[in-house]
């Protein structure tokens, strides 16, 4: 086990001579440029610029040397937009979706209407994928493994008379 220095107990901030209250204490919120908060939620520099562009983020306050410095509203609002769109929300629907957000108050019953109108979306996507493998798999099936002049799959994908 190793050793402290001497006095290291010292410098540790006791609970009894802590602050009673935040009055007056400052909180600091790290700010981050546009590469630190792209690493943060997995977004691309260039698609966090597209959303400040199309009104999902807010413009961010510039450095003195003119730099983006983002907050912790920032980080929070991006989140939830890569969140929405990982899940297929278009960005019609995510915009929709941010205004609820900002709305506490507000019965949550539009959000339901916008997440039930794109789970319909993704069932109807589902539905074609499943109809378009039926499709693959009995063209695939016919194949004889013959040449590419008997090929039913060539054959399909060529025009039709």
């Known amino acids: 086990m190793g050793q402290s220095p001497p006095g290291h107990w010292q410098n540790r901030p006791s609970p009894l001579h802590a602050p009673c209250s935040n009055y007056g204490v400052k909180t600091i919120v790290k ?6 908060l792209g690493k943060s939620t997995d977004t ?3 698609t966090i610029r597209y959303y400040e ?15 983006r410095s983002y ?18 929300f278009s960005l019609k629907q995510v915009r929709d979706l941010l205004g609820l957000s900002d709305e506490k108050d507000r019965p949550c019953d539009a959000v339901d209407a916008i997440a039930r109108e794109h789970l319909a979306e993704v069932d109807q996507k589902i539905s074609d994928l499943s ?18 002049a008997e090929c039913r799959i060539i054959e399909a994908l060529g025009p039709h008379p």
């Not at 700010?31 to 630190?36: A, F």
């Not at 562009?53 to 730099?67: D, K, W």
């Not at 109809?131 to 590419?148: F, H, N, P, V, Y």
């Open 31 to 36: 700010q981050l440029s546009i590469g630190d």
């Open 44 to 46: 691309k520099v260039e």
């Open 53 to 67: 562009r199309i009104g999902l983020l807010p413009a961010p306050v510039r450095t003195a040397g003119n730099y």
């Open 71 to 88: 907050d912790a509203l920032h980080l929070g609002r991006l989140s939830f937009i890569r969140r929405a769109r990982d899940l297929g």
């Open 131 to 148: 109809a378009l493998r039926r499709e693959l798999d009995s063209l695939i099936r016919q194949c004889k493994c013959g040449t590419i």
